[in-house]
C-alpha cells in the first residue's frame, strides 16, 4: 500500500506539471492534451466505482457521459441564443454558468442511472452488459434524430461557459478546474472504498451469498454504486463539452463506453489511480503516435493484449504487484 501511495502522489503531480511546463513554454494546446486526459480520467474514475468494486461491466456509460455533455450544450445553447427554454412546468432562460450547468448534468445522470440500473440489475453477466449498452444506443440514435439541437451535426457553442473568479478561456485555468473535478473525485472514490459501504459492496461483488446472510441486498448496494458512478461520468461529460465547445451524438456512442473500460483495463481495474494511468496513456498514443498514422490504435490494442496477458492488474499492478501487497 505504501508503494501504491507513493505511486499515486507521483502520477497526480506529473499530470499537474506537464500543463505547468507547457504554460511556461507557450505550448497551449499541451495544456488542452492535459485537460483531455484529467477529463478523461473523471469519467473512467466514475465508472471504475461500478466495474471496479462493483463488478459491474457496463457497455453503457456513453449514456451518463453523453447526458453530462447535452445539459451542457442545451443550456448554453439556449443562452448564447437568447432562446427562453419551455420545460413545460417552467421557462428557463438557460445559462452559462459551469456550477449550475455541473449540478444539471450529474442530477440528470443520476437520475437515469437509477432507472437503467432498476432494470439492468435484474440480470447479470453478459445480459447485464448487452442491457447497458443497448441504453446507450438508444439515446444516440435519439440524439440524431433531435433535430431542434442538431441531430447528427450536433451543437456548437461560441464561448466556453462561466466559473466564478476565472477566465475558462485560459487554457491553465480550465485545466485547473478539471483537475479539482478529478482531486474530489478520486477523494470520494477512496472514502468511498474504505467506507463500511465500500467493503459490503465489494463483498457483494465477490461472494454475494454471504452478504445476504448477514441482511444486505447486493443488488441495493450496485444500485447505489452505478448510480453515485453515472452522476461522475455525467460530470465528466459536462466538462469534456465545454472543452470542446461542442456536443455531438457520438458522445452516445459504445465506442466512448469501450474506451473507458480500456482505460481503466491498462491502468488497473479497481486501483484508485487505475483510471488516471490509462487517460494519460491513452492520450499520449493518441497525440504521438496519432501524427505518425491514424491506425495508432493498432498499437494501443496491442499494449492492452499485453497488460491482460502479462500484467492482469494494469500498469499499477505490474509496478505495485497485485492489490494488498504494495
Given at each position: 500500500?505504501?508503494?501504491?501511495?507513493?505511486?499515486n502522489?507521483?502520477?497526480l503531480?506529473?499530470?499537474?506539471?506537464?500543463?505547468?511546463?507547457?504554460?511556461?513554454?507557450?505550448?497551449?494546446?499541451?495544456?488542452?492534451?492535459?485537460?483531455?486526459?484529467?477529463?478523461?480520467?473523471?469519467?473512467?474514475?466514475?465508472?471504475?466505482?461500478?466495474?471496479?468494486?462493483?463488478?459491474?461491466?457496463?457497455f453503457?456509460?456513453?449514456?451518463?457521459?453523453g447526458?453530462?455533455?447535452?445539459?451542457?450544450?442545451?443550456?448554453?445553447?439556449?443562452?448564447?441564443n437568447?432562446?427562453?427554454?419551455?420545460?413545460?412546468?417552467?421557462?428557463?432562460?438557460?445559462?452559462?454558468?459551469?456550477?449550475?450547468?455541473?449540478?444539471v448534468?450529474v442530477?440528470l445522470?443520476?437520475?437515469?442511472?437509477?432507472?437503467?440500473?432498476?432494470?439492468?440489475?435484474?440480470?447479470?453477466?453478459?445480459?447485464?452488459?448487452?442491457?447497458?449498452?443497448?441504453?446507450?444506443?438508444?439515446?444516440?440514435?435519439?440524439?440524431?434524430?433531435?433535430?431542434?439541437?442538431?441531430?447528427?451535426?450536433?451543437?456548437?457553442?461560441?464561448?466556453?461557459?462561466?466559473?466564478?473568479?476565472?477566465?475558462?478561456?485560459?487554457?491553465?485555468?480550465?485545466?485547473?478546474i478539471?483537475?479539482?473535478?478529478?482531486?474530489?473525485?478520486?477523494?470520494?472514490?477512496?472514502r468511498?472504498?474504505?467506507?463500511?459501504?465500500?467493503?459490503?459492496?465489494?463483498?457483494?461483488?465477490?461472494?454475494?451469498?454471504?452478504?445476504?446472510?448477514?441482511?444486505?441486498?447486493?443488488?441495493?448496494?450496485?444500485?447505489?454504486?452505478f448510480?453515485?458512478?453515472?452522476?461522475?461520468?455525467?460530470?465528466?461529460?459536462?466538462?469534456?463539452?465545454?472543452?470542446?465547445?461542442?456536443?455531438?451524438?457520438?458522445?452516445?456512442?459504445?465506442?466512448?463506453?469501450?474506451?473507458?473500460?480500456?482505460?481503466?483495463?491498462?491502468?488497473?481495474?479497481?486501483?484508485?489511480?487505475?483510471?488516471?494511468?490509462?487517460?494519460?496513456?491513452?492520450?499520449?498514443?493518441?497525440?504521438?503516435?496519432?501524427?505518425?498514422?491514424?491506425?495508432?490504435?493498432?498499437?494501443?490494442?496491442a499494449?492492452?493484449?499485453?497488460?491482460?496477458?502479462?500484467?492482469?492488474?494494469?500498469?499499477?499492478?505490474?509496478?505495485?504487484?497485485?492489490?494488498?501487497?504494495?
Amino acid at each position: 500500500m505504501i508503494r501504491e501511495s507513493y505511486l499515486n502522489a507521483a502520477l497526480l503531480a506529473g499530470l499537474l506539471a506537464v500543463p505547468l511546463c507547457a504554460l511556461l513554454l507557450d505550448e497551449p494546446f499541451i495544456i488542452t492534451l492535459a485537460t483531455r486526459a484529467a477529463i478523461l480520467a473523471l469519467a473512467a474514475v466514475g465508472l471504475n466505482i461500478a466495474l471496479g468494486w462493483g463488478g459491474l461491466v457496463s457497455f453503457g456509460h456513453a449514456a451518463f457521459f453523453g447526458i453530462g455533455g447535452y445539459s451542457m450544450g442545451i443550456l448554453a445553447f439556449h443562452a448564447q441564443n437568447f432562446m427562453p427554454l419551455d420545460l413545460g412546468f417552467m421557462v428557463f432562460d438557460g445559462t452559462k454558468s459551469m456550477p449550475i450547468i455541473w449540478l444539471v448534468a450529474v442530477v440528470l445522470s443520476a437520475f437515469v442511472a437509477l432507472l437503467i440500473g432498476l432494470l439492468s440489475l435484474r440480470t447479470s453477466g453478459v445480459y447485464f452488459i448487452m442491457i447497458t449498452l443497448a441504453f446507450a444506443q438508444m439515446f444516440y440514435y435519439f440524439a440524431i434524430s433531435w433535430s431542434r439541437y442538431g441531430g447528427e451535426d450536433g451543437i456548437s457553442i461560441y464561448i466556453r461557459n462561466d466559473f466564478p473568479g476565472l477566465d475558462t478561456l485560459v487554457p491553465i485555468q480550465f485545466f485547473s478546474i478539471c483537475f479539482a473535478a478529478l482531486l474530489l473525485a478520486l477523494w470520494l472514490n477512496a472514502r468511498l472504498v474504505a467506507s463500511p459501504f465500500g467493503l459490503a459492496l465489494n463483498a457483494a461483488r465477490q461472494v454475494p451469498v454471504r452478504v445476504q446472510t448477514v441482511g444486505l441486498d447486493p443488488a441495493r448496494l450496485k444500485l447505489v454504486a452505478f448510480v453515485i458512478s453515472g452522476a461522475i461520468t455525467g460530470l465528466a461529460g459536462a466538462l469534456f463539452a465545454d472543452l470542446n465547445r461542442f456536443v455531438s451524438p457520438s458522445m452516445f456512442s459504445w465506442h466512448l463506453s469501450g474506451e473507458l473500460i480500456v482505460l481503466i483495463i491498462l491502468g488497473g481495474v479497481g486501483r484508485l489511480m487505475g483510471p488516471v494511468v490509462g487517460a494519460m496513456l491513452f492520450v499520449t498514443l493518441e497525440h504521438v503516435l496519432g501524427g505518425f498514422t491514424t491506425h495508432w490504435h493498432i498499437a494501443l490494442g496491442a499494449i492492452l493484449l499485453g497488460v491482460v496477458l502479462f500484467a492482469r492488474g494494469g500498469v499499477i499492478g505490474l509496478v505495485c504487484g497485485p492489490k494488498g501487497q504494495s
